[in-house]
């Protein structure tokens, strides 16, 4: 139970790769992910409507211009997980869970905001040193970067 857990876990860390590294293919976004990862756990439909219910209520926060939106793939991925552990270990019905799932998730959203805010802020250092580099006419010194 621990390594299907484990590896939907790491599927979820994949899916949310395409938030901003690598394709920007729409995956990371609950109600794709929350069904990919459904599928893989065996359970399609409840990560599929656990995803859409996330999906509707976060859909209208996008990262335009310097706001930076909850980490929602984040949110859908463990709300999947969540979901479908709990309904197998706890034997509990889907649809109270998925509120109670839903709750608990945004936190550790806003958590995700707060760390990417936190990161932008770390890599700054590093554009206004390279800037510094450029002024001062040092490039034997990018190697690192």
Do not use: H
């Amino acid at each position: 139970m621990l390594k299907l857990v484990l590896l939907a876990c790491i599927l979820g860390a994949m899916l949310n790769l395409d938030t901003v590294s690598f394709g920007q293919f729409q995956l990371s976004r609950p109600v794709v992910s929350g069904a990919l990862i459904g599928y893989f756990l065996g359970n399609y439909f409840d990560g599929l409507i656990i995803g859409a219910l996330l999906e509707l209520i976060w859909v209208g926060f996008l990262p335009v211009g310097v706001y930076i939106p909850p980490d929602v793939p984040l949110m859908g991925t463990l709300a999947v997980i969540w979901l479908i552990m709990g309904e197998r270990i706890l034997g509990w019905d889907s649809r109270g869970l998925m509120a109670l799932i839903i709750v608990l998730v945004t936190p550790i959203g806003f958590a995700g905001n707060a760390s990417e805010s936190w990161l932008r802020r770390y890599q700054n250092r590093f554009i206004r040193l390279a800037v510094r580099y450029i002024d001062a006419g040092v490039f034997s010194d990018f190697y690192w970067l």
